[in-house]
């Protein structure tokens, strides 16, 4: 199964190091192996293919089958089967078959914010986050703010729906037609939910409130001292 884990955890490269043996933690010295011999063993692995990037020494290997740091399945997400959308169900499209092809879109905003979309959704799905399980990693359908993570009560989806997949990664279970009950979403012309959401690491939230009370206490005092050293000043020139 560790082409699947690969795959999961979104690993498209695999590099063999240079030996640098004035290094005291040099891998290959430590494992007792010689650099040649993991060269050999990844030249066997079937999914992982060398490729030249222009550097003559460093070795590296391209993993075709990663997948995106967001991506959706109908089941939740293992590393014992690929739950992608194999080619013959593509063309076997009254086949029974639990994927789907669901189309995730994402956005980048910060390390502890994401924006995504998710087009045409209408079966239940797991939504795959492929960094390590932490609870506090929540999901906010429709528009987003982070002062309302302080104030409302049932702001994300529940934590009942977050669970962590048997590679340590976060997988949230959403249906979507009980979702948009609750949260804003848009039914597009064939009956489906376009959704869109936002994937957050809540404890932000409170940092950005530290740093707006510690400014406002910094712009405070620094007004005090300005206004105390004006007063001063001025009472000083006035006594002359």
Not at 150 to 179: M, T, W
């Amino acid at each position: 199964y560790t082409n699947y884990l690969l795959d999961i955890l979104s690993v498209r490269y695999v590099f063999i190091p240079l030996r640098e043996k004035v290094n005291d933690d040099d891998l290959f010295f430590f494992q007792n192996k010689e650099r040649v011999y993991y060269v050999n063993q990844l030249n066997k692995i079937s999914y992982l293919h060398k490729i030249d990037i222009g550097t003559k020494d460093l070795v590296v290997y391209e993993n075709y089958g990663y997948r995106p740091h967001m991506y959706a399945t109908a089941e939740k997400e293992t590393i014992y089967k690929d739950l992608r959308r194999s080619q013959q169900d593509k063309i076997c499209d009254h086949c029974e078959s639990k994927v789907l092809d669901y189309d995730v879109r994402y956005e980048f905003v910060s390390p502890t914010q994401y924006k995504f979309t998710i087009k045409d959704a209408k079966e239940p799905f797991y939504f795959n986050f492929s960094e390590s399980f932490h609870s506090d990693w929540k999901i906010r359908i429709g528009s987003f703010n982070w002062w309302d993570v302080l104030l409302s009560k049932n702001y994300f989806l529940s934590d009942e729906n977050h669970l962590r997949n048997d590679a340590g990664l976060s997988s949230f279970y959403i249906e979507p037609e009980q979702v948009c009950k609750v949260y804003s979403c848009k039914i597009n012309k064939v009956g489906g939910y376009d959704i869109e959401g936002t994937l957050y690491f809540a404890p932000q939230s409170y940092m950005y409130l530290g740093l707006i009370v510690s400014g406002s206490t910094l712009v405070l005092v620094i007004g005090y001292l300005v206004f105390v050293l004006g007063d001063s000043i001025y009472g000083k020139r006035k006594n002359k």
